[in-house]
């Protein structure tokens, strides 16, 4: 149902085209690594937290951890993460295949600045096993971001 999801939702912005679909794991960053046979670093890990009692959701570069000082400055708050059990029910897409796009109404998007280093990035599609190619340009429209934010630690 999740890949139906970022699907019709890909479909609006005419980038339906360009899901993979894999028949191996890509639920990590690893994983979705060695499917796509690139660098860690293009990966588009979706991580969600909550702030002010609402579900957020911060696309970053697959190689960055968040840093918990960037991200108190810019959300006021400590950095908690959704709780395993409670990411589906509150975004939309289970654990392993989370994307920003189809996700639920209620929750707001934010791009790391980490991804402004690669022309091309590859965002989860809603399940384990997918993923979508993109250029930062369609990401923006795509995920119907709010902001771009600086969130994590420094890349090595």
């Known amino acids: 149902m999740s ?13 339906e085209d360009k899901i993979i ?11 979705a690594a060695k499917a796509l046979n690139c660098k860690e670093a293009k990966i ?16 970053t570069s697959g190689d960055q951890k968040i840093d918990n000082s960037k991200y108190k400055t810019t959300f006021h708050t400590k950095a908690k993460m959704i709780p395993l059990e409670e990411v589906e029910p509150q975004i939309g897409h289970k654990v392993g295949g989370v994307c920003p796009f189809g996700i639920s109404d209620n929750v707001k998007v934010y791009l790391d600045t980490s991804l402004k280093r690669f022309s091309i990035i590859y965002p989860a599609c809603g399940t384990s096993n997918s993923a979508v190619e993109l250029a930062l340009s369609d990401l923006e429209k795509a995920s119907n971001y709010t902001k771009w934010v600086d969130v994590c630690k420094n890349a090595k």
């Open 3 to 15: 890949l139906i999801k970022a699907k019709e939702h890909l479909k609006k912005y005419g980038l």
């Open 44 to 59: 588009a890990k979706t991580l969600g937290f909550i702030v002010d009692n609402k579900p957020i959701l911060i696309v």
């Open 21 to 31: 679909e894999f028949s191996v794991s890509s639920a990590t960053v690893q994983e």
